[in-house]
Structure formats: C-alpha cells, structure tokens
C-alpha cells in the first residue's frame, strides 16, 4: 500500500525490496529458461534504404517465462549480463540464429546482438566458429553487433576478439551509436562495416531537432568517409523513412518496414515474393 504520510523511508524501503525480490526471482527463472525452452528469436527486417529490399535481420531474444509471462529483453538482458548467464544464452542465440538464416535467400545476412561479457570471454571467436560450422553458414552472412561499451573495458581484448571474428570473414556493426561512451578514437583502429543510429537521433530529428538533424549529418558523413554503412534504427513512418534517406544513410530498420517477428514470418517474406 502506498504511503503518503510524512515518513519516507516507510513507502520507500517495500519498494526497493520488491525490485530486489522481483530480480532475485528472475534470475531464478532465466537460469532454467534455456533447458526449459522458454527463448524464442524474433527477427526484424532491415532493409535498403534507396531499393527497400531486405539486405538483413537482426535476431532479438525473447523469453517467455513458464512461472512470469513475457519479460522484455529490455529487463532480462541485464540481469543475464550482471549474473554473466548471457554467456550461455548468447551462445544459443548466435546458434540457433545461424541455423534459421540458412534457409533465406544467399544475398540476406543475420545480425546477433554480442554483449561484453561474451566478447571478454577467450574463446569468444571458437564460440562464433562453432555456430558457423554447425548451421553451415557462410561466414560473410553473419555481422556482429556490439556496442561502444566494449571499450570502457579493456580495449584491447574487445579488439583482439573482433579482430578474430573479422578474419573469418564476419562483419561488425557498432550499435546504439551515440548514446554511449563518447570516445571516437577506436573508429581508426576497428574496421567497423556500418554504425547504426541509435533511435533517439531519428525520433528527435522526426521533431525537428536541429541537433538530432546535425548528429545525423555528421555520423553519415564521418562513416561515408570511413567507408562505413549507416543504418538508421527505430524508423516508424514514411515520413522519418524519407528524411533518413534523405540524410543519406544507406539502411533502415523500423516498425516502418517491419517489427520484430518470429522465424515463419520472417521466412513467409521470401516464400510469398521470392524477388525480396
Ligand atoms: P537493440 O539491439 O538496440 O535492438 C533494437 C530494439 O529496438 C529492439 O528492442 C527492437 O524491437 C526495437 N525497435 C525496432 N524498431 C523499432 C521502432 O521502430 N520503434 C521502437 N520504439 N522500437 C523499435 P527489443 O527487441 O526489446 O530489444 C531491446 C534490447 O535488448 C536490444 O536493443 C539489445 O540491446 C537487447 N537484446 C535483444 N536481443 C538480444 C540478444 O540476443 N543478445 C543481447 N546481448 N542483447 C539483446
Ligand atoms: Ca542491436
Ligand atoms: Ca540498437
Ligand atoms: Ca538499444
């Protein structure tokens, strides 16, 4: 019951204690959510921005929790990451996405979401050679995401391991750009084959932010110049599709073109309009 009289420290302390409950029961759950079965991927379009066709997916995890319903990955990634149980589940995610992207058209890659913890680990890229040789996907359709938090580690491992990952004949893509650590420096070191817009600048730049419009311009044309791909995140509506082509970034992902959906759906795509 919520409490508005006077003492603090009474309506605090019950809520503080629910979300460290609440979190302790999560990690419970997510330790058995693998053997349970309860991860699902969906996987969302990212298409040309000039032609519109789909050039990629990216796989995002979903958990359906036996004991708790739907968790967003927005809550359970984090928890996953503090206990270090996305190392496992990582693993299954660059598998089983492998796997599916074996039955789409040649020409369509998968992108994996890599957190930290997985990249830090030393057998990082045997992890990325198993999955490979198990799907039997060519190495040149997987690209990796990471994001600028790598490097607020060692950052000499983070590129040591992508280093790895890129002779195989991976791609890395650098997403959430803008939004974390502001150091440019590593853009000279790692080859980077696309920066990703985080989906702040779009939203902002659809409202007429000339700062959003200016960090746009600026990480398109620093990428252009760096022989990087752009790719705009979070496009919802024509509108925001023309202004980002507009601005020159060379893909887009967004509820616009597509929403996160499972595999079927995603393989219905190429089935129905096999031109895709
Ligand atoms: P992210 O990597 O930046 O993924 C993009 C997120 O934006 C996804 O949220 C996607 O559903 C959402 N999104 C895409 N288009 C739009 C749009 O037009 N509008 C809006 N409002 N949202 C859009 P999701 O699936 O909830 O994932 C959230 C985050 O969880 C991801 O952000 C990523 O950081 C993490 N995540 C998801 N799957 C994985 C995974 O397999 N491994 C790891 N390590 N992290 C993952
Ligand atoms: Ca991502
Ligand atoms: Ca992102
Ligand atoms: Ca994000």
């Given amino acids: 019951a919520k409490d508005d009289g006077g003492n603090e420290h009474r309506s605090y302390e019950p809520l503080l204690h629910a979300n460290a409950e609440e979190r302790r029961q999560l990690e419970f759950a997510l330790r058995q959510a693998l053997e ?24 995002l995890v979903r958990w359906n929790s036996t004991d708790h319903g739907p968790i967003s990955p927005g809550k359970f990634v984090p928890i996953a990451e503090d206990t270090r149980l996305i190392v496992p589940i990582g693993t299954w995610v660059l598998e089983q996405a492998c796997r599916e992207a074996t039955r789409w058209p040649e020409h369509v890659r998968i992108a994996v979401n890599v957190s930290p ?70 853009l000279r070191k790692i080859k980077f084959s696309t920066i990703k817009v985080d989906r702040s600048f779009v939203t902002g730049a659809a409202q007429d932010s000339k700062e959003s419009l200016a960090i746009i311009r600026a990480v398109v044309a620093m990428a252009e110049s760096l022989e990087m791909s752009t790719t705009a995140e979070g496009v919802e509506s024509a509108e925001e599709a023309d202004m980002i082509r507009r601005l020159g970034c060379t893909k887009i992902q967004g509820y616009y073109f597509g929403r996160p959906m499972p595999a079927e759906d995603a393989l219905r795509l190429f089935r129905r309009r096999p031109a895709v």
């Fill in 36 to 59: 349970r079965r309860e991860l699902v991927l969906n996987y969302q379009p990212v298409v040309d921005a000039t032609s519109e066709s789909v050039v990629s997916f990216e796989a």
């Fill in 117 to 186: 913890e997985q990249l830090f680990e030393p057998d990082f890229a045997t992890t990325v050679v198993r999955a490979l040789t198990a799907s039997g996907l060519e190495a040149r359709r997987l690209e990796l995401e990471v994001t600028e938090s790598i490097f607020l580690r060692d950052a000499s491992v983070a590129r040591s391991s992508l280093e790895q990952v890129m002779a195989l004949g991976c791609t890395v893509a650098l997403d959430d750009f803008g939004t974390g650590y502001s150091s440019l420096g590593y």
